[in-house]
């Protein structure tokens, strides 16, 4: 009995021994087999896949207490590309081989109380090949609790410090614990990711709420064996699993699946010590990014000397690209970048000696050589500046495009600085400001990195600002301040406000430019430091002695902070007293437009603005368009987390009529960031001074041309030096170029294109060799942009999302031309000789976006690839002549034998694999099966779905063969998508839609087209003055009186073959004649021919255009008699068909105004007989404006109405409203009270003002 109870006693106490918290005993030998796989896809049948699989045998063994070895064997490494079912992984031996020579090295790791410390591995083994032994050892990283079945914390992984979360539970037979760990790798407070080519464009918080463009999960479960010496994982499984989309992932998205799992196969004693080589720290458990510039994800060759390749590969695009655009060429120049990255400094100076002599192979070099992003493609520029031998144009467009690219380092900022000392910097104007605004371009990268951005980024700029104020030189104020808005760094604020007017200690008379751009320099810092600008903005905003412009200014930029309601609210009462209807105009228009916003980035401000416009509506709604105005518009989808938005402000003042600046921009919002796309402005300062003296005098006909040059070239007396126009662009929010239209600018031109202008012009040489004969050629690759974003996977393989975005123009133009009579002496005789140019060539473009997710190492790529090409190309070969003394002008265009595609868009997606191994032989399988089985079920929970496939294919061309070409469209489509899942299946897919130009057997043979035009006497036609002055009777009077000719003299017109309307004394003459004539040898003409016919009287003004079909047993004609008299009373006629008699249909438009009653304007159409598809085409429309009536708050009701005609009338109905009545044949639709932007009792002085008419 005694046995029996100490046998349970020790058994007790061996129980109670066993431990779960995971160790590793050091004089123990541990194997284990591991098998790590990762997969792209959609998740849908029969659509094609790609994928990679690790398999080996792992070993660990002790070396200390807290040090083991990790080595690998029996590695296996195998590819998936094709459809799932149908193909299996492949082994790759030779890629095996290259990853195992490296794998196979020991691998030394720290491992303490179930966590996985630093790593060693020997110096030869690469970064990729430690991350996937992370991978591996990932397993091993793990708390066990055994006092809590389930708990939270936070800690480092492969995936960054992230919070992990913990479930436990124990098997009471086998005492296994199982503990199943998931961790949250979406919010890691340090996440392993990286972004690259995004610093520009702006995060979007609020979009989150609207949805997710990638959602991850991972997961893993492990099986622990307790033991004495501590837990024993003898099975673990990894899962990890993220959904990808460029919309929202609700709408369908690529998938991707990484699962890895590690088996215990054996524990054993360790026989003796091991040994190993020298190795090195390579950092602890958090993946660690690889230098990746150079490994495209849509690319992949062989990278031995890639000097030699980069040489030959820019002289063979050079070549294919030279009398024509290429578009098969595009992967070479990706292939092309991913060289350049990897030539040393040495190699890109002995690229530039063998291709610099050349002037195509020098202008590609240059073109390609600014995606070599970091201290080598500074160090290539400032020897070119050092030696000088690029010249301006080069210097402008290398340097321009190599800092927007340049990584955004510490180490790249400092050596950008000395650009800005550098003597050739400052030899051309173009060249120095292009110096200044890209280092502000690059500060706002670095600051969009590095948070807090040091001030020593910035300084260089604020010295630059400081001394141009200092010795008041205010081009390069200008320069400064745009290059510190470039910049958008926080520390510059107090310099900025230096140059402001109420905000500085120490104001300073500045003339308006720069107080513009001082205040358009806080446009970045508003997103980084709102409070201070919004100080700032506000300041100015409530200074109502400064300038109109300036006080604007201040609100945009206010506007860019995102105001609370609070700050809104202060405006919305200041506003109320404010004395400068500019001011009021603009201010409540951005309001109003703003309350409209729908994109996430103005969700709460919207709002705020919405307050405000119903507080300010009934003082300042009915503002005109003669005030400054913002306006913005925009859209936005939540299925897609796409939207777009467009700005437009135009800034006056009470002075003057042009407007003093206008600008213009757009932003695109994408997954959760917003881009700002191309923006534009112009100030107009110095226009008044010389056009404000003879805007009197401007009769709106030719001879205010004669006025015009006259007053340009007084200009040569006026000394002064102020700019006349500025221009400014930017992209991406940085400005990057900047211009000033000065008093001399203009002189130049008049002296180089003048009348009196002689030989020694450069124009006058120009003709010279045009006479000779001229051949020019010009191509432009260039890489757009290319974003891309990396985050670690569980296997320790990257995961890659990117965008890259390339285009390649060009352009060959041969010319000669002939003058008769020559020219001897002055330019002006240009006017009065003839003519004749021959000319051929073509202009062309192909655009190729591609967008990648997988896994991209510099060994092998697996994922998913979207590709798509847009070419156009438009080949030429033409003769024309011109006479301008005769007004006559001829165009002969040869008719091409050959089909010509003008314009292609073609896409589609794949599953690709790509390695290092065989890099000419990528896998590519199209996602979509070419043959689409109709009958394929998903079986899911819950009821069975088909795919809805389609698989439309049209080919649509121009009727008319007189030309002997037509102009065709094909298109060819193939979907495969699922009802619950969109809208990416509407994407993927097969697309090809094609624009050609097709020759065609002609009704007889055509040689050549031929366009003429032949312009009349110019005595007659009305003025530009006279026309607006109709239009202003036209709403001042709202007199249209209809002016009806009675049916037997339109009938006696037609027979006499003059014009209807026009059967009086006076004789209608031609004002202009086109002519489109297919042309072959003997044959007579064919084709078309325009003619517009012209008769002033007193009181009358007749004209006509009629379109005939020239060419043999031909009758088809359409005439359009138009009658406008002097009172502004108008009809209008058409008919068309065989001579003008199987169409036609009128329209008249009169007012009436009875004794009493309020002013009236009716508008008529009416139709006797029109061809069924416009009929069909009308009867569309009358069945789409009920329900646009209703959206726009008209009313509407059933009555019969004549059957062929529509009529309207418009009532002045009080001061600033009018009555809106539109009548169809089956219904009437109205709506009263409309109001209209005209200032308060415009319409009122209208009703007292107008004649009595009647109809």
Same mark, same amino acid.
């Given at each position: 009995?005694?046995?029996?109870?100490?046998?349970?006693?020790?058994?007790?106490?061996?129980?109670?021994?066993?431990?779960?918290?995971?160790?590793?005993?050091?004089?123990?030998?541990?194997?284990?087999?591991?098998?790590?796989?990762?997969?792209?896809?959609?998740?849908?049948?029969?659509?094609?896949?790609s994928g990679a699989k690790l398999t080996c045998k792992v070993k660990i063994v002790g070396v200390s207490a807290q040090t083991f070895l990790l080595q690998i064997s029996d590695l296996a490494f195998e590819e998936f590309n094709g459809f799932p079912g149908k193909n299996s992984f492949i082994a790759v031996p030779k890629l095996t081989q290259r990853i195992a020579a490296q794998l196979v090295k020991p691998f030394m790791f720290d491992f303490a109380a179930g966590h996985v410390g630093n790593i060693?591995?020997?110096?030869?083994?690469?970064?990729?090949?430690?991350?996937?032994?992370?991978?591996?050892?990932?397993?091993?990283?793990?708390?066990?609790?055994?006092?809590?079945?389930?708990? =939270?914390?936070?800690?480092?992984?492969?995936?960054?410090?992230?919070?992990?979360?913990?479930?436990?539970?124990?098997?009471? =037979?086998?005492?296994?614990?199982?503990?199943?760990?998931?961790?949250?790798?979406?919010?890691?407070?340090?996440?392993?990711?990286?972004?690259?080519?995004?610093?520009?464009?702006?995060?979007?918080?609020?979009? &989150?709420?609207?949805?997710?463009?990638?959602?991850?999960?991972?997961?893993?479960?492990?099986?622990?064996?307790?033991?004495? @010496?501590?837990?024993?994982?003898?099975?673990?499984?990894?899962?990890?699993?993220?959904?990808?989309?460029? +919309?929202?992932?609700?709408?369908?998205?690529?998938?991707?699946?990484?699962?890895?799992?590690?088996?215990?196969?054996?524990?054993?004693?360790?026989?003796?010590?091991?040994?190993?080589?020298?190795?090195?720290?390579?950092?602890?458990?958090?993946?660690?990014? $690889?230098?990746?510039?150079?490994?495209?994800?849509?690319?992949?060759?062989?990278?031995?000397?890639?000097?030699?390749?980069?040489?030959?590969?820019?002289?063979?695009?050079?070549?294919?690209?030279?009398?024509?655009?290429?578009?098969?060429?595009?992967?070479?120049?990706?292939?092309?970048?991913?060289?350049?990255?990897?030539?040393?400094?040495?190699?890109?100076?002995?690229?530039?000696?063998?291709?610099?002599?050349?002037?195509? %192979?020098?202008?590609?070099?240059?073109? /390609?050589?600014? !995606?070599?992003?970091?201290?080598?493609?500074?160090? +290539?520029?400032?020897?070119? +500046?050092?030696?000088?031998?690029?010249?301006?144009?080069?210097?402008?467009?290398?340097? *321009?495009?190599?800092?927007?690219?340049?990584?955004?380092?510490? =180490?790249?900022?400092?050596?950008?600085?000395?650009?800005?000392?550098?003597?050739?910097?400052?030899?051309?104007?173009?060249?120095?400001? /292009?110096?200044?605004?890209?280092?502000?371009?690059?500060?706002?990268?670095?600051?969009?990195?590095?948070?807090?951005?040091?001030?020593?980024?910035?300084?260089?700029?604020?010295?630059?600002?400081?001394?141009?104020?200092?010795?008041?030189?205010?081009?390069?104020?200008?320069?400064?301040?745009?290059?510190?808005?470039?910049?958008?760094?926080?520390?510059?604020?107090?310099?900025?406000?230096? #140059?402001?007017?109420?905000?500085?200690?120490?104001?300073?008379?500045?003339?308006?430019?720069?107080?513009?751009?001082?205040?358009?320099?806080?446009?970045?810092?508003?997103?980084?430091?709102?409070?201070?600008?919004?100080?700032?903005?506000?300041?100015?905003?409530?200074?109502?002695?400064?300038?109109?412009?300036?006080?604007?200014?201040?609100?945009?930029?206010?506007?860019?902070?995102?105001?609370?309601?609070?700050?809104?609210?202060?405006?919305?009462?200041?506003?109320?007293?404010?004395?400068?209807?500019?001011?009021?105009?603009?201010?409540?228009?951005?309001?109003?437009?703003?309350?409209?916003?729908?994109?996430?980035?103005?969700?709460?401000?919207?709002?705020?603005?919405?307050?405000?416009?119903?507080?300010?509506?009934?003082?300042?709604?009915?503002?005109?368009?003669?005030?400054?105005?913002?306006?913005?518009?925009?859209?936005?989808?939540?299925?897609?987390?796409?939207?777009?938005?467009?700005?437009?402000?135009?800034?006056?003042?009470?002075?003057?009529?042009?407007?003093?600046?206008?600008?213009?921009?757009?932003?695109?919002?994408?997954?959760?960031?917003?881009?700002?796309?191309? @923006?534009?402005?112009?100030?107009?300062?110095?226009?008044?001074?010389?056009?404000?003296?003879?805007?009197?005098?401007?009769?709106?006909?030719?001879?205010?041309?004669?006025?015009?040059?006259?007053?340009?070239?007084?200009?040569?007396?006026?000394?002064?030096?102020?700019?006349?126009?500025?221009?400014?662009?930017?992209?991406?929010?940085? @400005?990057?170029?900047?211009?000033? $239209?000065?008093?001399?600018?203009?002189?130049?031109?008049?002296?180089?294109?003048?009348?009196?202008?002689?030989?020694?012009?450069?124009?006058?040489?120009?003709?010279?060799?045009?006479? &000779?004969?001229?051949?020019?050629?010009?191509?432009?690759?260039?890489?757009?942009?290319?974003?891309?974003?990396?985050?670690?996977?569980?296997?320790?393989?990257?995961?890659?999302?990117?965008?890259?975005?390339?285009?390649?123009?060009?352009?060959?133009?041969?010319?000669?031309?002939?003058?008769?009579?020559?020219?001897?002496?002055?330019?002006?005789?240009?006017?009065?000789?003839?003519?004749?140019?021959?000319?051929?060539?073509?202009?062309?473009?192909?655009?190729?976006?591609?967008?990648?997710?997988?896994?991209?190492?510099?060994?092998?790529?697996?994922?998913?690839? +979207?590709?798509?090409?847009?070419?156009?190309?438009?080949?030429?070969?033409?003769?024309?002549?011109?006479?301008?003394?005769?007004?006559?002008?001829?165009?002969?265009?040869?008719?091409?034998?050959?089909?010509?595609?003008?314009?292609?868009?073609?896409?589609? $997606?794949?599953?690709?694999?790509?390695?290092?191994?065989?890099?000419?032989?990528?896998?590519?399988?199209?996602?979509?099966? &070419?043959?689409?089985?109709?009958?394929?079920?998903?079986?899911?929970?819950?009821?069975?779905?088909?795919?809805?496939?389609?698989?439309?294919?049209?080919?649509?061309?121009? =009727?008319?063969?007189?030309?002997?070409?037509?102009?065709?469209?094909?298109?060819?489509?193939?979907?495969? %998508?699922?009802?619950?899942?969109?809208?990416?299946?509407?994407?993927?897919?097969?697309?090809?839609?094609?624009?050609?130009?097709?020759?065609?057997?002609?009704?007889?043979?055509?040689?050549?087209?031929?366009?003429?035009?032949?312009?009349?006497?110019?005595?007659?036609?009305?003025?530009?003055?006279?026309?607006?002055?109709?239009?202003?009777?036209?709403?001042?009077?709202?007199?249209?009186?209809?002016?009806?000719?009675?049916?037997? !003299?339109?009938?006696?017109?037609?027979?006499?073959?003059?014009?209807?309307?026009?059967?009086?004394?006076?004789?209608?003459?031609?004002?202009?004649?086109?002519?489109?004539?297919?042309?072959?040898?003997?044959?007579?003409?064919?084709?078309? !021919?325009?003619?517009?016919?012209?008769?002033?009287?007193?009181?009358?003004?007749?004209?006509?255009?009629?379109?005939?079909?020239?060419?043999?047993?031909?009758?088809?004609?359409?005439?359009?008699?138009?009658?406008?008299?002097?009172?502004?009373?108008?009809?209008?006629?058409?008919?068309?068909?065989?001579?003008?008699?199987?169409?036609?249909?009128?329209?008249?438009?009169?007012?009436?105004? *009875?004794?009493?009653?309020?002013?009236?304007?009716?508008?008529?159409?009416?139709?006797?007989?029109?061809?069924?598809?416009?009929?069909?085409?009308?009867?569309?429309? @009358?069945?789409?404006?009920?329900?646009?009536?209703?959206?726009?708050? #008209?009313?509407?009701?059933?009555?019969?109405?004549?059957?062929?005609?529509?009529?309207?009338?418009?009532?002045?109905?009080?001061?600033?409203?009018?009555?809106?009545?539109?009548?169809?044949?089956?219904?009437?639709?109205?709506?009263?009270?409309?109001?209209?932007?005209?200032?308060?009792?415009?319409?009122?002085?209208?009703?007292?003002?107008?004649?009595?008419?009647?109809?």
């Amino acid at each position: 009995m005694r046995g029996l109870v100490l046998c349970c006693l020790v058994a007790l106490a061996s129980c109670q021994s066993l431990r779960y918290d995971l160790s590793l005993n050091p004089k123990k030998t541990y194997e284990y087999k591991y098998e790590g796989l990762a997969n792209f896809g959609l998740g849908m049948p029969n659509l094609a896949e790609s994928g990679a699989k690790l398999t080996c045998k792992v070993k660990i063994v002790g070396v200390s207490a807290q040090t083991f070895l990790l080595q690998i064997s029996d590695l296996a490494f195998e590819e998936f590309n094709g459809f799932p079912g149908k193909n299996s992984f492949i082994a790759v031996p030779k890629l095996t081989q290259r990853i195992a020579a490296q794998l196979v090295k020991p691998f030394m790791f720290d491992f303490a109380a179930g966590h996985v410390g630093n790593i060693h591995a020997s110096a030869e083994v690469s970064d990729t090949v430690v991350n996937i032994i992370r991978g591996i050892l990932s397993f091993f990283h793990i708390t066990v609790k055994t006092t809590q079945r389930f708990y =939270e914390l936070e800690e480092a992984g492969i995936h960054g410090m992230c919070q992990s979360n913990y479930a436990i539970d124990e098997n009471k =037979e086998t005492r296994d614990m199982t503990i199943t760990q998931v961790v949250d790798v979406t919010n890691c407070r340090e996440k392993a990711e990286r972004y690259r080519g995004m610093a520009t464009t702006v995060l979007d918080n609020l979009s &989150k709420k609207r949805g997710d463009s990638i959602v991850s999960t991972m997961r893993y479960v492990y099986t622990i064996k307790p033991t004495v @010496e501590g837990g024993l994982i003898s099975k673990a499984h990894g899962l990890e699993q993220q959904h990808f989309s460029p +919309f929202n992932v609700k709408g369908g998205s690529f998938k991707m699946k990484a699962t890895k799992e590690i088996v215990l196969l054996d524990v054993r004693d360790t026989p003796s010590a091991v040994t190993y080589g020298p190795m090195k720290n390579r950092g602890n458990i958090i993946y660690k990014f $690889v230098e990746a510039g150079a490994h495209i994800p849509i690319v992949m060759q062989n990278q031995d000397d890639a000097v030699s390749k980069a040489v030959e590969l820019i002289k063979h695009l050079a070549e294919t690209n030279k009398y024509q655009i290429d578009s098969a060429t595009t992967e070479e120049a990706m292939k092309l970048y991913q060289l350049l990255r990897l030539v040393p400094y040495e190699g890109i100076e002995v690229m530039w000696k063998q291709l610099a002599a050349n002037d195509e %192979y020098r202008r590609w070099f240059l073109d /390609t050589i600014v !995606e070599v992003n970091d201290a080598r493609i500074l160090k +290539f520029l400032q020897m070119r +500046f050092q030696i000088g031998d690029l010249s301006a144009s080069e210097a402008f467009q290398t340097l *321009l495009l190599a800092f927007n690219h340049l990584d955004a380092i510490p =180490e790249l900022i400092e050596m950008a600085k000395m650009f800005l000392n550098l003597p050739y910097s400052r030899s051309n104007i173009f060249v120095w400001h /292009t110096v200044a605004l890209s280092y502000g371009s690059l500060v706002n990268k670095h600051c969009a990195y590095y948070t807090p951005c040091p001030v020593s980024a910035v300084q260089p700029l604020l010295d630059f600002a400081m001394d141009s104020l200092n010795n008041n030189n205010e081009e390069n104020i200008v320069l400064s301040l745009k290059a510190l808005g470039n910049a958008g760094h926080p520390g510059s604020i107090k310099t900025i406000m230096r #140059f402001l007017p109420g905000v500085s200690a120490n104001p300073v008379d500045l003339p308006p430019r720069v107080l513009s751009a001082a205040v358009q320099s806080l446009r970045l810092i508003a997103a980084r430091d709102p409070h201070s600008v919004q100080d700032i903005t506000m300041s100015l905003y409530l200074q109502k002695d400064l300038p109109a412009e300036l006080r604007m200014l201040a609100i945009m930029i206010l506007f860019e902070t995102k105001p609370p309601m609070a700050l809104v609210s202060t405006v919305t009462a200041h506003l109320q007293e404010e004395k400068d209807l500019h001011v009021v105009s603009f201010v409540y228009s951005y309001l109003r437009s703003m309350a409209k916003s729908k994109t996430p980035d103005n969700q709460h401000l919207s709002t705020a603005c919405n307050v405000a416009v119903k507080i300010l509506a009934p003082k300042f709604g009915r503002l005109t368009y003669r005030y400054s105005k913002a306006m913005r518009v925009d859209w936005y989808n939540d299925d897609l987390l796409l939207g777009t938005a467009a700005e437009f402000f135009m800034l006056r003042n009470a002075t003057e009529m042009i407007p003093t600046e206008i600008m213009m921009k757009g932003k695109l919002y994408f997954i959760g960031r917003i881009l700002q796309l191309m @923006e534009m402005g112009i100030r107009a300062d110095g226009i008044k001074d010389i056009f404000g003296s003879i805007i009197s005098k401007l009769k709106g006909d030719v001879s205010d041309f004669q006025t015009i040059y006259q007053q340009l070239r007084n200009l040569e007396s006026q000394n002064s030096d102020k700019p006349l126009l500025n221009f400014y662009s930017r992209a991406s929010g940085q @400005e990057w170029f900047y211009a000033d $239209v000065n008093r001399e600018f203009i002189r130049k031109i008049i002296n180089l294109v003048g009348p009196s202008t002689g030989k020694d012009s450069s124009v006058w040489t120009f003709i010279e060799n045009l006479h &000779k004969g001229i051949s020019w050629h010009w191509t432009k690759p260039f890489l757009i942009f290319e974003t891309r974003y990396f985050q670690a996977s569980t296997l320790g393989l990257p995961l890659e999302i990117s965008k890259y975005y390339y285009a390649l123009s060009g352009i060959t133009v041969n010319a000669k031309a002939a003058i008769n009579p020559p020219l001897t002496d002055r330019l002006a005789q240009v006017l009065t000789s003839e003519i004749s140019l021959e000319t051929d060539g073509f202009v062309g473009c192909t655009k190729d976006i591609w967008l990648s997710y997988g896994i991209n190492t510099e060994l092998f790529q697996s994922g998913v690839e +979207f590709k798509s090409k847009i070419p156009y190309s438009i080949p030429w070969k033409l003769a024309a002549k011109v006479n301008v003394r005769e007004r006559k002008f001829q165009l002969d265009i040869p008719l091409s034998k050959k089909e010509v595609e003008l314009f292609t868009v073609s896409s589609d $997606v794949y599953a690709v694999s790509r390695n290092i191994e065989a890099p000419t032989s990528p896998k590519m399988t199209p996602m979509m099966p &070419k043959a689409i089985d109709s009958n394929n079920e998903i079986v899911r929970k819950g009821p069975t779905i088909r795919p809805n496939n389609w698989h439309p294919m049209a080919k649509m061309c121009t =009727e008319k063969n007189i030309y002997g070409a037509v102009v065709c469209v094909e298109s060819e489509l193939r979907r495969a %998508y699922y009802h619950e899942e969109y809208p990416l299946y509407y994407l993927l897919g097969y697309t090809n839609v094609a624009l050609k130009a097709v020759p065609v057997q002609a009704n007889k043979p055509v040689d050549k087209i031929r366009f003429e035009v032949n312009v009349g006497p110019s005595q007659y036609p009305t003025s530009t003055r006279e026309l607006l002055e109709t239009l202003m009777r036209l709403s001042k009077e709202a007199t249209l009186k209809a002016q009806l000719s009675s049916d037997s !003299e339109s009938s006696e017109a037609e027979l006499n073959g003059t014009p209807a309307g026009m059967a009086s004394n006076s004789t209608p003459a031609a004002v202009f004649n086109i002519r489109v004539l297919a042309l072959s040898g003997n044959h007579k003409p064919e084709g078309y !021919e325009t003619a517009v016919f012209y008769t002033p009287e007193s009181s009358l003004k007749n004209s006509q255009l009629i379109v005939s079909q020239v060419g043999d047993n031909t009758n088809w004609k359409m005439c359009m008699d138009l009658e406008l008299d002097g009172r502004a009373e108008a009809k209008a006629h058409l008919r068309w068909g065989a001579e003008c008699q199987s169409f036609d249909m009128s329209l008249r438009a009169n007012t009436a105004r *009875l004794p009493g009653s309020k002013p009236t304007l009716r508008a008529k159409v009416h139709w006797n007989r029109i061809p069924e598809t416009m009929a069909e085409f009308f009867r569309g429309i @009358e069945a789409y404006i009920p329900g646009m009536a209703f959206l726009l708050g #008209f009313n509407q009701q059933h009555e019969i109405n004549p059957t062929q005609e529509v009529a309207a009338s418009v009532v002045v109905a009080s001061a600033d409203s009018l009555d809106l009545r539109i009548q169809l044949p089956q219904y009437t639709v109205y709506r009263q009270s409309i109001p209209v932007p005209l200032p308060r009792g415009s319409l009122l002085e209208l009703q007292l003002n107008t004649r009595n008419t009647t109809m």
